[in-house]
């Protein structure tokens, strides 16, 4: 009797045993999950006189949430403006220097037809005519020559412009670059910087992510190369609490073309050991998936 009881107790010690661990690996893969994080860093050197992010915000694409003081910026463009604006009262007005000679050259024109007509009738000499066609040639090449200068006078300052109109390009776009708006639409993860602190260029400020779409990274040995693909519908399960589990539908948008040692998350030694190939499902977040949170799929 004390046998068959101790049989019985070691028969349904074996099949529990069993069960649990058939019931730890109910899965194909396992993984964590993650997400695209942007380190959004200051492009401009000076203080904070705006900063509005705090961990946890969520953030719109190209909202503004920061301005670097930018007075010196506006001051010296202010300046450069003014520089611009005195080098281009020196251009010559072409059109009023050129008005008299126009009228001069109207009143021979003038002159010429009526000695032409007084030639026709005997009534002026050749030569008179031939002085006002010389006159009137005059009077033209004087008008080119005059008009020539001007414009060249007037290119010239145009051009001593140019630096300075690029400058103020430069301040213009330091001034944009001081205007701190966010790149991508997301979750605050981590703020670096609070208002009225001195940043400087390259100086993070706070880093982003967009948790709408979760990235669940798991491994696959070789063997199971051969049941997925790009594009593949998986079940991907979570822990609720309880012993319970959450599942939501993923597809696997990545497989590494490398094998590679188990990451040392895994518990034991000897997995560790085993080769095998990251891939990564796209996991559409109700919110309650989080950055680092163990995730299983089923293929």
Known sequence: MKNKFLNVTLIL???????????NRDFDATGTFESEEIIVSSEAMGKLVMFQVEEGMHLEQ???VGIVDTIQLHLKKKQLLSSVTAVLSKQPDVNTQ????????????VEKKRIENLV?????TTKQLDDVNSQLEVLNKQYAATKSSLTITKQALQSETLPLVAQIEQIQDQINKSIIKNP????VLTRYAKPDEITS???ALYKIANLSEMTLRA?????QLGQIKLGQKVKVFVDKGNEEQKEMSGEIYWVSSKAEFTPKTIQTKDERANLVYAIKV???NDGYLKIGMYGEIKF
């Open 120 to 124: 026709s009738s005997n009534a002026a």
């Open 219 to 223: 491994y696959v040995d070789g063997d």
């Open 62 to 64: 190209n909202q503004i």
């Open 201 to 203: 260029t390259g100086k």
């Open 184 to 187: 991508v639409e997301g979750t």
């Open 98 to 109: 050129l008005a008299a000679l126009q009228e001069q050259i109207k009143t021979a024109e």
């Open 13 to 23: 010690i074996t099949s529990l045993v069993f069960a649990c661990s058939n019931g």
């Open 282 to 284: 796209r996991v559409i």
